[in-house]
């Protein structure tokens, strides 16, 4: 990080950066309990309609019924809804960091998601208590992949750089757009991982 540029504002992912990976988690109960191919698994939980649903451009039932319908899920598996958002859970230590963080810095949320699964979560870990503000998808009708969602979150943090912030997610084509738009990113690995990348940047200090 160039030490004449202030950090203010540090953006986190939240499926597999704070989150675990709950979709991915999932995916393999599901291949189990179908005794299907896991890219078959994938293709349909991870196709196009899925990220039609996460611009808010269709209804989580009927997400879930293209879901059933391609994968011919028994009714015996019950709400597949409720078991995909019982998958995630805070990383270890994440919480604890991102409190850590926000004591000297904002600290905002980027996510691919969903109004269901952000209820979920919320109602669960009272999530969005850990964060000065942040963008959903769904919220704004564009994903990550679109390309420009970075942009609209800037819209909330007012006189603030594209170099005065630091994007960390666990996808690394997440980070491209990110990174050549001139922001600084992280590719986060795990906490220990990232408390270290942290450190070289002077971000936080060794205590």
């Given at each position: 990080?160039?030490r004449?540029?202030?950090?203010?504002?540090?953006?986190?992912?939240?499926?597999g950066t704070v989150?675990?990976?709950?979709?991915?988690?999932?995916?393999?109960?599901l291949?189990?309990?179908?005794n299907?191919?896991?890219?078959?698994?994938?293709?349909?939980?991870?196709?196009?309609?899925?990220?039609?649903?996460?611009?808010?451009?269709?209804?989580?039932?009927?997400?879930?019924?293209?879901?059933?319908?391609?994968?011919n899920?028994?009714?015996?598996?019950?709400?597949?809804e409720?078991?995909?958002?019982?998958?995630?859970?805070?990383?270890?230590?994440?919480?604890?960091?991102?409190?850590e963080?926000?004591?000297h810095?904002k600290?905002?949320?980027?996510?691919n998601?969903?109004?269901?699964?952000?209820?979920?979560?919320?109602?669960?870990?009272?999530f969005?208590?850990?964060?000065d503000?942040?963008?959903?998808?769904?919220?704004?009708?564009?994903?990550?992949?679109?390309?420009?969602?970075?942009?609209?979150l800037?819209?909330?943090?007012?006189?603030i750089?594209?170099?005065?912030?630091?994007?960390?997610?666990?996808?690394?084509?997440?980070?491209?757009?990110?990174?050549n738009?001139?922001?600084?990113?992280?590719?986060?690995?795990?906490?220990?991982?990232?408390?270290?990348e942290?450190?070289?940047?002077?971000?936080?200090?060794?205590?």
């Amino acid at each position: 990080m160039n030490r004449n540029i202030v950090l203010k504002l540090i953006v986190f992912d939240l499926g597999g950066t704070v989150f675990s990976k709950g979709k991915q988690a999932f995916i393999d109960l599901l291949t189990e309990q179908l005794n299907t191919n896991r890219e078959k698994v994938v293709s349909v939980i991870d196709g196009p309609h899925a990220l039609v649903y996460r611009r808010n451009e269709m209804s989580a039932s009927d997400y879930w019924q293209i879901v059933r319908k391609e994968l011919n899920v028994p009714e015996k598996l019950g709400n597949l809804e409720k078991l995909w958002f019982n998958q995630y859970a805070p990383i270890p230590g994440m919480p604890n960091l991102v409190a850590e963080l926000r004591k000297h810095y904002k600290v905002a949320y980027l996510s691919n998601n969903t109004p269901e699964r952000v209820s979920f979560l919320q109602q669960k870990y009272r999530f969005l208590d850990w964060f000065d503000n942040g963008v959903f998808s769904y919220e704004v009708g564009t994903v990550k992949s679109d390309g420009g969602l970075y942009k609209i979150l800037m819209k909330k943090f007012e006189a603030i750089t594209p170099q005065e912030i630091l994007i960390i997610d666990d996808r690394e084509q997440n980070l491209t757009e990110p990174h050549n738009a001139g922001f600084q990113t992280v590719l986060f690995q795990n906490p220990e991982q990232l408390i270290n990348e942290l450190q070289k940047r002077g971000v936080i200090t060794v205590k």
